[in-house]
């Protein structure tokens, strides 16, 4: 079955310091990969997709992510964070053959960020 | 260009009530989904419509339907609304040719 596991749902973090969100995928092959943040009562905003090429993705805001295919995981990393970066995060993977733009979400990661 | 926009922010029902929720995808872009997201089951993929045609469809029950128009604002119908339907409704658009989502702010639903 497919499915995405983000297995911190909490992580607090000091600003200035560094971050890496984990998410491991299953899926029939390699999908389409995605990270969105979610600041509260807000909308889904893209920081980073990974089609194909280099596996390593430069997003907005600073963050990065890594597509490892033999560990099936695209984890998310910012070498500072800032207080602003206090939101829920997402993995999400879509299929490569246009299945319309179904994909299917990690439970999401809250970040907080102490001063 | 204007992002997607939802409305309304904000709706109360009651049990057994009905309700339709809008969307306006960004200017130009042909695909549009629709999502539902509460704290215990996360976002869940309702259906997505791409050009007029429902393209692609989750397991939700009958009660949820949807539709597009040729502008590609798109709508979403619930019936006979349960308590379990309070959620947060997410719209995202997309040109169509791949999967990255641009995403509303949502119709927060509350069944009472």
């Known amino acids: 079955a497919q499915s995405v596991t983000q297995p911190d749902i909490h992580i607090t973090v000091s600003e200035g310091a560094s971050l890496e969100l984990r998410c491991n995928y299953s899926?029939?092959?390699?999908?389409?990969l995605f990270w969105y943040v979610q600041s509260p009562g807000q909308g889904l905003q893209l920081l980073l997709k990974y089609f194909s090429g280099d596996t390593l993705v430069q997003g907005i805001k600073g963050f990065e992510a890594e597509f490892k295919r033999s560990q099936s995981s695209f984890n998310l990393r910012k070498p500072s964070v800032h207080w602003s970066d206090a939101a829920e995060y997402f993995c999400a993977v879509g299929a490569r053959n246009n299945q319309g733009g179904k994909l299917i979400f990690g439970q999401g990661t809250e970040l907080s960020v102490k001063p | 260009k204007a992002g997607v926009t939802q409305t309304p922010r904000y709706l109360i029902k009651t049990r057994g009530q009905q309700v339709t929720l809008s969307c306006s995808p960004i200017?130009?872009?042909?695909?549009v989904s629709w999502y539902q997201q509460t704290p215990g089951q996360g976002l869940q993929f309702l259906f997505e419509?791409?050009?007029?045609?429902?393209?692609n469809k989750g397991n939700f029950p009958g009660r949820f339907s949807g539709r597009q128009f040729s502008n590609s604002r798109s709508e979403m119908n619930v019936s006979t609304l349960e308590l379990g339907d309070s959620a947060l409704y997410l719209c995202?658009?997309?040109?169509?040719?791949?999967?990255?989502?641009?995403f509303g702010s949502g119709t927060q639903l509350s069944v009472l």
């Open positions: 995202a658009s997309s040109p169509g040719q791949d999967e990255k989502l641009f």
């Open positions: 419509y791409f050009s007029e045609t429902q393209r």
């Open positions: 899926y029939g092959a390699t999908p389409y």
């Open positions: 200017s130009g872009h042909r695909s």
